[in-house]
C-alpha cells in the first residue's frame, strides 16, 4: 500500500505531536505514524515539566527576570560548551517561548510555573536557584472521547493513583514533617472526590501534557496510526522523500512531499545498542523510558548516512529496581539521614546531585575499579519514620517482594547492615561515623551535600543546620539497591539549528529532520532543569516543520 502526503512524522510523543501540530498549522498534510497502540511515549511518562527560560507562563507569573535572556544564554554556554554548537543552543533560547506560546494557542495546555523547582546547576554562572520550569495544569482527559484509551500508560509518583503535580510531590514526599505535607494531600484527595463525583477523568504531570497535544492534532485533522513502526526511510537523488514502515503485518510506504520528521525517541530499551553505547553495566529493564523506545529513527537515520552523537550518554538517574519495574529515584536521596555507599562502603558523591550528574558520578566510580553498581542507599528507621519512599507512605514497612527479589536489606546493627550487602563493616561504620558529625555542624567537607539551591528542593526544612543532612544512628537500619537507570538515551542524529539531519562531513541530508531522544540532545553531557528534555524537543519539532513549510517540494 502507498499513499502520499506533504510531512510524514515518525512518533507520537512531544517532539512528534508538536511537529506533526505545527506542519497542520502551516497548512501542510501530515500524518504521524506510531510504533506502538499508544500516543504520548516517554513524554507521557515524566513529570510533565518543560524547562524553556522566558515563556509566557514564566512571565504570568513574574519569573522573567529583566536579563534573564542573557542568563540563560551564560547558562548554557557554562554548563554545555563546546558539546553542542553555540547556534543551536542559542536557537533553543531564542526561538523556545514561541513554542509555549504556539502550543498556548493551539492546545488546551495551561502552563504554571514550579515554584523553587531551582535550575539543576542552579550556582553555575546564569543559573536560576528559583528555576524555570514550568507544568501543565491537571487536565480532564474526556475531551479526547474514546481516544483518551489510547493515552500511554503513565510513570508516576502519584500515590493511589491521586493527581499529584511536581509541586505537591515536593510537599508531600515531607510527610508529617510539615503542615504543608498533610493539606496538600487532603487537598488532592479532595479535588479527586470532587472529579469523580462530576464524572471527571483527571490527569497530571506528562499525561497532562501530551492529552493537550493530542487534542490539538485532533482539532487540526491530523491521523496518527499506531501500531506503525518505521522500517526504513525512502531516498530518491539523494533526498529523503518518505517512509517504509509495517502495518497489520504488511509494508507500507508513505511519500512524503515536503519532508519526513523523526521524533522516535531514543534507544534506552534496546539492550544490544544499550551494550555497545553506553558505558557498563547496564540494563533495559534499569530505564523508565517507553518499551518501544528501541532506536529505529537512529538507526534508520545512520543507515542513509546521518552523523551520530552523545551516543554514550543518556538522561540518567539513579535507580531502584524493583519487582514491579523501575522506580526513578528523586527525593529519596536528597532527604536527611541517608547516605549513598559503593562496595566499599564509602561515600563517593553529593547524594543530592541532579540525577544526570549522580550517575555520572556512579560509573566515574565504576571505572576505578571498584564496584559501585550496584550502589546502596543507607538510612535508618527514623528516616523511614518521617519520609515517603518509592511510593510507600511514612512508618510504611517495605514490602516482603522487595526483600526477596534482593532491592532491600535490613540489620539490626549497621555492622550487619555492612555483612547484608557485603560491604567491609568497618568502613561503613566510619563513613555514618564521619557523615553523622557532617550532620552535627552542618557541613558536608567531603561532597559539600546541601551547598546547592538544587540539594535543598527536596530537603527537609525542619533539619538544622543543614536541611539535607541528619544523623543516622536510629536502628533498624536498611538498604536500598541503587543502579544506573534511565528516563531514555540523549544520543542519536546530529542536526542544526533548524533539525535538519546532517552527515558526518556537516551537509544536509535533504528532506529528513529529527526533534527530541533521537537527534543528539542539546543540553550535550549535562542537564539544565526540570524538563530541558521536553523543552527542547518540543521546539526542535516545532522548528522542523517550520523549515519544511517555507523550503521547496519534493515534487
Not at 487536565?139 to 502519584?158: C, S, V
Not at 505535607?181 to 487532603?186: A, H, I, N, R
Not at 509494508?251 to 525517541?265: P, Q, T
Request: with cysteine.
Amino acid at each position: 500500500m502507498e499513499q502520499t502526503c506533504d510531512v510524514v512524522v515518525v512518533g507520537a510523543g512531544g517532539a512528534g505531536m508538536t511537529a506533526a501540530l505545527a506542519a497542520a498549522q502551516h497548512g501542510l498534510d501530515t500524518v504521524v505514524i506510531e510504533k506502538s497502540a499508544y500516543f504520548g511515549g516517554s513524554t507521557a511518562r515524566s513529570g510533565g515539566g518543560v524547562w524553556i527560560p522566558g515563556n509566557r507562563a514564566l512571565r504570568d507569573a513574574g519569573q522573567v527576570d529583566a536579563d534573564d535572556a542573557q542568563q540563560a544564554r551564560t547558562y548554557l554556554d557554562s554548563i554545555v560548551g563546546d558539546d553542542v554548537p553555540k547556534e543551536r543552543r542559542d536557537t533553543f533560547l531564542d526561538r523556545g517561548p514561541e513554542v509555549i506560546d504556539f502550543l498556548l494557542d493551539n492546545t488546551p495546555v495551561q502552563l504554571k510555573w514550579v515554584p523553587e523547582y531551582s535550575d539543576y546547576l542552579p550556582e553555575q554562572p546564569g543559573g536560576r536557584p528559583r528555576g524555570r520550569s514550568v507544568e501543565p495544569v491537571p487536565m480532564d482527559g474526556r475531551i479526547l472521547g474514546t481516544e483518551l484509551d489510547r493515552l500511554h500508560p503513565p510513570y508516576a509518583k502519584a500515590p493511589a493513583n491521586l493527581i499529584v503535580t511536581q509541586a505537591d510531590f515536593r510537599k508531600i514526599s515531607l510527610g508529617l514533617r510539615t503542615i504543608r505535607g498533610p493539606l496538600t494531600m487532603m487537598r488532592v484527595v479532595l479535588k479527586r472526590m470532587i472529579s469523580t463525583f462530576r464524572g471527571r477523568r483527571m490527569y497530571a504531570m506528562g499525561n497532562a501534557l501530551t492529552i493537550s497535544l493530542r487534542k490539538g492534532l485532533m482539532d487540526a485533522g491530523v491521523p496518527v496510526h499506531y501500531e506503525t513502526p518505521l522500517t526504513g526511510l525512502l531516498i530518491e537523488g539523494g533526498r529523503v522523500v518518505g517512509v517504509r514502515a509495517e502495518q497489520d503485518g504488511a509494508e507500507i510506504v508513505i511519500r512524503a512531499r515536503r519532508g519526513v520528521i523523526l521524533g522516535s525517541g531514543g534507544f534506552e530499551q534496546n539492550d544490544t545498542l544499550r551494550g555497545k553505547y553506553l558505558p557498563s553495566p547496564t540494563e533495559a529493564a534499569w530505564s523508565t523510558g517507553a518499551a518501544t523506545n528501541t532506536g529505529a529513527g537512529i538507526e534508520a537515520g545512520v543507515a542513509i548516512g546521518a552523523a551520530t552523537d552523545l551516543m554514550d550518554d543518556a538522561w540518567w538517574g539513579p535507580t531502584i529496581p524493583l519487582p514491579s519495574g523501575p522506580w526513578f529515584c528523586l527525593a529519596e536521596r536528597n532527604l536527611p539521614g541517608s547516605i549513598i555507599v559503593n562496595s566499599a562502603g564509602q561515600r563517593f558523591m553529593n547524594e543530592a546531585l541532579p540525577y544526570v550528574e549522580a550517575t555520572h558520578a556512579i560509573y566515574a566510580g565504576e571505572a576505578t575499579g571498584v564496584s559501585h553498581v550496584p550502589a546502596w542507599l543507607v538510612m535508618d528507621q527514623r528516616y523511614r519514620n518521617r519520609y515517603l519512599f518509592a511510593g510507600l507512605s511514612p512508618r510504611q514497612p517495605f514490602p516482603g517482594r522487595w526483600f526477596k527479589f534482593g532491592t532491600v536489606r535490613k540489620a539490626a546493627s549497621l555492622s550487619e547492615l555492612a555483612a547484608e550487602i557485603d560491604v567491609p563493616a568497618e568502613a561503613l561504620a566510619e563513613t555514618v561515623r564521619r557523615f553523622n558529625g557532617f550532620a552535627e555542624t552542618g557541613n558536608d567537607e567531603d561532597f559539600h551535600r546541601g551547598d546547592s539551591a538544587y540539594d535543598r528542593y527536596y530537603a527537609d526544612p525542619r533539619v538544622k543546620p543543614n536541611p539535607s543532612l541528619h544523623r543516622i544512628d536510629h536502628g533498624p537500619y536498611y538498604a536500598v539497591k541503587i543502579v544506573p537507570g534511565d528516563l531514555g538515551t540523549k544520543g542519536g542524529i546530529v542536526t542544526d539549528e533548524r533539525a535538519r539531519a546532517l552527515r558526518p562531513d556537516g551537509s544536509v541530508i535533504e528532506g529528513l529532520y529529527a526533534a527530541g531522544n533521537c537527534s543528539s540532545a542539546v543540553m550535550g553531557h549535562t542537564y539544565a532543569g526540570p524538563g530541558a528534555t521536553i523543552g527542547p524537543a518540543m521546539t526542535f519539532g516545532y522548528l522542523a516543520a517550520e523549515d519544511i513549510a517555507r523550503t521547496g517540494s519534493n515534487d
